[in-house]
């Protein structure tokens, strides 16, 4: 049987890796996959269908934990967005230096990808840089940089990268200790290629067409009239994001919950900022029409990968695999560093799914080195190929980034601040590392 579900794992998993080549959507391979590792496990095992359904029981419960989550970010970011309370951050930048702008934007997506998410701030910053960029060659360097900008700057933060967001709901990490560990780890691995672009970057950035054309089109326009509330909705939009670690301290209730409230702190402010807006035209600028935007294909494909996960767990293989790489490499540093590269090939949230179901919570406490250093690699990691990140694959698509050429040109980078930052972790580690609960 055992055979069976690893077999099912493995095609469902080359079926996500494969998504372009074989057509099929990953969403599809993945909740198949899901299905399927259950079924046979309930249908070939000895143990008691109760306890078979007990099981899927508890994984649900932890899986709908972190897609409530995710879905509440989703539409909050989007409703921001609908009032244009991005472009508040964005025009301030005018700078026409293109190694000036490069830093800029970094450290622009780096800390705003903590706060909204890397996937949502690269697609923020691609937009932007559209704007200020109109070199297309000079575009891809920048929108490369974005990538590694944007997984660096999610890695550090609870709510910043879908990885670091499970291990945080999973109770792996505790969100003031993940930011104090990793940010220097994080913000080496970023700065390290930038360094290295000071030296190398040649080119203009091109001349702007006129923007008033522009401008006239989008959500934050109703009728060509300008939408008012952009400030309010971002200042309440990041503010609420800012705040799910804070309700999690405060009220020791999962993450989620945090998450819902400021949902519908928003939701209610939505829908009484422009009172003088008929029904159909109000619609696209509150909760309800922000929910019929975001992205539910990968809300589904997180619930397939995180049931096939939890079938295996279950089933005890990974408790075995994770002793079997124990006995063959030995140094859990290395096998984590290694995950880190793996997670560029493949995607990084079934990588980490299978790594928290490996590994004991009862021998690794919270906040343990194998975490902390989990929640990095996985999160840079991804930046070494195009397709290793849910960030890297939007921006392959917004920017039509080829896949060579992103290996020529920016792989190296990527890697090098990937090494960079995981030496810096390895060094801080003792002085910062928390001691076991007695």
Request: with cysteine.
């Amino acid at each position: 049987m055992e055979a069976i579900v690893i077999i099912l794992f493995v095609v469902g998993y080359l079926a996500i890796a494969l998504e372009h080549p074989i057509k099929i959507n990953k969403t599809a391979s993945a909740l198949l996959t899901g299905v399927l590792c259950w079924t046979v496990y309930a249908v070939v095992s000895s143990d008691h269908i109760e306890h078979i359904g007990h099981q899927l029981g508890e994984h649900l419960s932890e899986i709908a934990a972190i897609l409530f989550f995710l879905m509440g970010a989703m539409t909050i970011v989007e409703l921001v967005d609908a009032y244009q309370g991005f472009k508040i951050i964005t025009d301030r930048i005018n700078t026409r230096n293109p190694k000036k702008l490069l830093w800029i934007i970094c450290l622009v997506t780096f800390f705003l990808s903590a706060i909204l998410d890397n996937l949502t701030t690269s697609i923020v910053m691609i937009s932007l840089i559209r704007k200020l960029v109109p070199n297309k060659d000079m575009r891809l360097f920048f929108a490369g940089m974005i990538v590694i900008a944007a997984n660096a700057g999610g890695a550090w933060s609870p709510i910043g990268d879908v990885t670091t967001t499970m291990l945080w709901i999973g109770g792996q990490i505790s969100s003031g200790n993940i930011m104090i560990t990793l940010f220097l780890p994080s913000i080496v691995c970023m700065v390290v290629p930038l360094i290295y672009l000071q030296f190398t970057l040649k080119g203009e950035l091109g001349e702007a067409k006129s923007h008033a054309a522009e401008t006239n089109h989008g959500h934050g326009h109703a009728n060509g009239k300008p939408v008012k509330g952009a400030l309010t909705m971002l200042i309440l939009g990041v503010g609420g994001l800012i705040s799910v670690p804070v309700f999690k301290t405060v009220t020791h209730l999962p993450p989620y919950l945090g998450m819902l409230l400021a949902l519908g702190v928003l939701w209610v402010v939505s829908e009484l900022i422009n009172p003088d807006m008929d029904e159909a035209e109000k619609r696209p600028y509150t909760a309800a029409g922000a929910l019929t935007r975001i992205d539910v294909p990968s809300v589904l494909f997180f619930l397939g990968i995180l049931l096939a996960v939890g079938a295996l767990q279950s089933m005890d293989i990974l408790s075995h695999f994770s002793a079997w790489l124990d006995s063959t490499l030995g140094d859990q540093r290395i096998i984590i560093t290694l995950i880190g590269i793996l997670s560029a090939i493949v995607d990084n949230v079934p990588l980490v799914a299978a790594s928290m179901g490996m590994y004991d919570m009862s021998i690794y406490y919270q906040d343990h080195l194998i975490w902390e250093y989990l929640a990095y690699c996985a999160g840079t990691g991804g930046s070494i190929l195009i397709i290793g990140s849910a960030a890297g694959v939007a921006v392959m698509g917004m920017e039509k980034i080829d896949f060579i050429w992103y290996l020529k040109r920016i792989s190296l980078l990527a890697m090098l601040g990937y090494f960079a930052g995981a030496i810096i972790y390895l060094i801080i580690q003792p002085y910062l590392a928390v001691h076991p609960p007695v």
